[in-house]
């Protein structure tokens, strides 16, 4: 066994995620979906920033939006050519918000205690 | 899809670990072990005290002392009837002391934002 000197260094992490009734409903993986999606204005974009494919993105979201049944997303038609896009419902922008906050704060802990 | 008054409330979790080189090394379980060694003063009612068989805490608490190559507890034997016990070592409280601030830090930052 090891001399005090030579102690390892141990670190914390850490998941954080948010839940409905003690069910797992929004982790790091929806908030950084619909992140992307915000600042791309189109699932399509958002996804392919993060390499995912459209349908893996936007199963995430819909998964989310079922089991609360509230929309995260609102997909809009546009003129242009190959127009329309997704914004960011006040709801989900309102768990986005809750996510990031807490991770701040868990993030500044956990920088803390790092040696 | 609901209205806004009845828009359902998240509330943020997470789970807290100790990390070596990059691998999961201490988690809430090995915490609530060494902590309830720490108490009781041996192995065997530490682990009674949690509901857990001897042989279970131990091994929880011998993997992480092979991971780190660092022992985490001192076993003595004891002149009382079925006397001896088990320390919790320096290093040991040192990890049971990171891991519980940080986790205070976590709560703290939860309970904020709970509804």
Known sequence: MK????????????????????EYVFGPGAYAILKSIDETGTITEGAKKLGMSYRYAWGVIRKIEKKLDVKLLHSYKGGN??????DVTDFGKSLMHLFSKVDDEFSSAVEEHRS
């Open 81 to 86: 050519v190959g127009g329309g896009g997704a």
């Open 3 to 22: 001399e005090k000197e030579e102690l390892p260094k141990l670190e914390p992490n850490y998941k954080l995620w948010l839940e409905h009734d003690g």
